[in-house]
C-alpha cells in the first residue's frame, strides 16, 4: 500500500426529511446570504426547492437564486453565477441538484473570491486558495460530488470537459434523502449508477499490490449497485435499495476505496470528450467506454481481471484458463450495463466513428498519456474508441 492523506471533512446528514434541515447546516456552517443554485426544473416540480427555501427562512437567512445548470454544465452559467455572488456579497453556496450543479456551484465557490479567470484552474494554470463553502442538497446518486473534491466544467468556447479538483472544493455538508431520488427517469437512475461502478472501477484496476481492504471496500460497492439497481428500475419508491445506492454512490468517490493505490482515470478522461460532444449522460458514456477499455488493458494484469469476476460477478475460477475468467468477468460487466438499459456501443450512445479525430483533439492527447494502470498514447486512445 502507498502512504498517502486523506481529510474528508464533508457533514453528511442522511434520511428522511434531512432536506428541511438546509437552513440550520448553512448557518451551523457559516453561511448569511446565500446563493440557491439548481438545475432545470427538477427541484422546482417536486417542490423541493421550496421546502429549502422555507428551512432557510426558517433561520433567518438571506438568499438569491440561479437555476439552470444542464448536465455537463456549462462556463457560462459559471460566470453569471460569479458576477450574481459578488454583486450580491454572496457567502455560502447552497446546490440543490445532481452532480452538475454541485460542480457548478463548486466552480462558481472558487471564481468568486479569485482575481482571476476561473477557467484557470481547470487548464492547471492556478490553484485554487481560497473558496466559498459549498454545501448540497443531493437528488441523484451518481458523480459523488457531494463528498468529492473535484468538479467538471464544459468550456462552452470549443466544448470540452476539464476536471478540477483540489481539498478546498469538498463540500462542507451534503444532505441526502434517498427519497428525492424517486422521481428519477429509469435511464438518469441507471447512468447515475454506472457511474459509480466506474469511479470504483478506475480505484480496482491499480498496479499497486498489497491493498486488500480497498480491494474488499471496491469490490462491497459494486455488489450493491449490481444488488440494488434492478431493484430500484422494478420498484423505482424502493427506500431501502435508494438508500443503498445513494451511500454506494459517496463512498465510491470520496476516495476511501482508492487511498493507498495508483488509480487509473483513462476511461472518465475518453469519456469526458463524449459527454461534451453529444451532450450524452456521462454514465451512459462510461457504460460504452469501460468494457472497450477493460477489453483493451486486461493483459496487463490478468489475474486482477480474473479476481474482479470471480469476487464480484460470482464467475469460477478456471485456473488452467485464467484468461479466460478474465474475459467472462468483462462481458458480465457488459451484459449488465445492458440489462439495465444502458447503451454498450458508440451507435447506441449516438456517437460516431467519424469523429474519433475531433474527440482525440479535445481530449488534447498529443505529447501525452492517459491513464496508469497502462499509459495511453494517442494511438492507445485511438484504438480503444474504436473498440
Ligand atoms: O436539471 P434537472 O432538471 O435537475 O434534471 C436533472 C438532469 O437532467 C435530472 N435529475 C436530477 N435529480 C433528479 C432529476 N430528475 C428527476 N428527479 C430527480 N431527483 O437528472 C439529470 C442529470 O443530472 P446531473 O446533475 O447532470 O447528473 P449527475 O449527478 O450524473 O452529474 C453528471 C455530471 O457530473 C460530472 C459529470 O462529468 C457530469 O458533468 N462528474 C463529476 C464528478 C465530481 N465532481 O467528482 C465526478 C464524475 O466522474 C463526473 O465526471
Ligand atoms: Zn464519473
Redesign the pocket.
Known amino acids: 500500500m502507498d502512504n498517502f492523506t486523506f481529510y474528508s471533512p464533508t457533514y453528511f446528514a442522511f434520511g428522511k426529511g434531512t432536506e428541511n434541515e438546509a437552513g440550520h447546516y448553512v448557518k451551523r456552517f457559516g453561511g448569511s446570504k446565500v446563493l440557491i443554485h439548481?438545475?432545470?426544473?427538477?427541484?422546482?416540480?417536486?417542490g423541493?426547492l421550496d421546502r429549502v427555501k422555507a428551512s432557510l427562512e426558517k433561520e433567518g437567512l438571506g438568499w438569491v437564486e440561479l437555476g439552470g445548470?444542464?448536465?455537463?454544465?456549462r462556463s457560462g452559467l459559471v460566470y453569471e453565477g460569479i458576477e450574481l455572488c459578488r454583486r450580491e456579497n454572496v457567502d455560502f453556496i447552497l446546490a440543490v441538484?445532481?452532480?452538475?450543479?454541485?460542480?457548478s456551484s463548486?466552480a462558481i465557490a472558487v471564481g468568486t473570491v479569485y482575481d482571476g479567470d476561473f477557467w484557470d484552474f481547470y487548464q492547471g494554470k492556478a490553484q485554487a486558495e481560497k473558496s466559498l463553502p459549498v454545501g448540497s442538497v443531493l437528488?441523484?446518486?451518481?458523480?459523488?460530488?457531494e463528498g468529492?473534491?473535484?468538479?467538471?466544467?464544459?468550456n462552452e468556447n470549443g466544448m470540452y470537459?476539464r476536471?478540477y479538483?483540489c481539498e478546498l472544493m469538498r463540500p462542507v455538508f451534503a444532505i441526502m434523502n434517498p427519497e428525492?431520488?424517486?422521481?428519477?427517469?429509469p435511464y438518469?437512475t441507471a447512468?447515475?449508477c454506472t457511474?459509480i461502478m466506474?469511479?470504483v472501477f478506475e480505484r480496482y484496476f491499480t498496479n499497486t499490490k498489497h491493498v486488500e481492504i480497498t480491494d474488499r471496500l471496491c469490490e462491497g460497492v459494486l455488489k450493491t449497485i449490481i444488488k440494488e439497481l434492478p431493484k430500484v428500475l422494478d420498484n423505482p419508491n424502493d427506500y431501502e435499495a435508494r438508500a443503498n445506492i445513494m451511500w454506494a454512490g459517496t463512498m465510491a468517490?470520496n476516495d476511501v476505496c482508492g487511498v493507498g493505490r495508483e488509480q487509473d482515470w483513462a476511461s472518465?478522461n475518453l469519456?469526458?470528450e463524449l459527454?461534451a460532444l453529444y451532450d450524452c449522460?456521462?454514465?451512459a458514456g462510461?457504460a460504452v467506454m469501460f468494457p472497450a477499455w477493460m477489453t483493451y488493458v486486461m493483459h496487463h494484469d490478468v489475474d486482477r481481471f480474473a479476481q474482479f469476476a470471480v469476487r464480484v460477478w460470482g464467475c469460477e475460477m478456471n485456473f488452467e484458463n485464467p484468461e479466460e475468467t478474465a474475459k467472462e468477468g468483462i462481458a458480465r460487466t457488459k451484459e449488465f450495463f445492458r440489462s439495465v438499459g444502458m447503451p454498450t456501443s458508440f451507435e447506441e450512445l449516438g456517437a460516431k466513428g467519424e469523429d474519433i479525430p475531433t474527440l482525440l483533439s479535445t481530449l488534447q492527447i498529443e505529447g501525452r498519456t492517459e491513464g496508469h494502470f497502462v499509459e495511453l498514447g494517442p494511438k492507445e486512445c485511438e484504438e480503444v474508441y474504436r473498440l
Open positions: 439548481y438545475g432545470g426544473g427538477s427541484v422546482v416540480r417536486s423541493l445548470v444542464k448536465p455537463n454544465p441538484g445532481g452532480g452538475s450543479t454541485i460542480d463548486k437528488t441523484i446518486a451518481a458523480a459523488g460530488s468529492s473534491d473535484g468538479s467538471v466544467i464544459t470537459k476536471a479538483g428525492l431520488t424517486m422521481t428519477l427517469p438518469q447512468s447515475g457511474d466506474a469511479h468517490h472518465h469519456e469526458h459527454s449522460a456521462h454514465g462510461l
